[in-house]
């Protein structure tokens, strides 16, 4: 089991920053592919970001790219969303999510085995 605890959402104006982060506790973090999806109420959770066990390959959403940069350190078994040029349509619930490894990054919220309880990013206009 892996349990995992996010924070540093909130609210912030467009244009502005925010970093998530993701705490692991449990198992050993290094051997967990990481990710974080976000949802919106009544809408299906969406893939955001993953990334290896080492950190040194990372997969973004399209709709992210150019703007939100994930990793990790195994050290402080945290994994980290910084989130730049945010957009009010950026505005969800965001989850942190663990799966063991496997070939390449998984993007689909099933691949993933253990979530956290998710922290509320709302960006004004």
């Known amino acids: 089991q892996v349990q995992l605890v996010e924070s540093g959402g909130g609210l912030v104006q467009a244009g502005g920053s925010l970093r998530l982060s993701c705490a692991a506790s449990?198992?050993?973090?290094?051997?967990?592919?990481m990710a974080w999806f976000r949802q919106a109420p009544g809408k299906e959770r969406e893939f955001v970001a993953a990334l290896t066990r080492s950190g040194l390959t990372t997969s973004c959403a399209d709709s992210v790219k150019g703007r939100f940069t994930i990793s990790r350190d195994n050290a402080k078994n945290t994994v980290y969303l910084q989130m730049n040029s945010l957009k009010p349509e950026d505005t969800f619930v965001y989850y942190c999510a663990a799966t063991s490894p496997r070939v390449g990054l998984p993007v689909a919220p099933d691949d993933y085995a253990y979530w956290g309880q998710g922290t509320q990013v709302t960006v004004s206009s």
């Open positions: 449990g198992r050993t973090f290094s051997n967990y592919v």
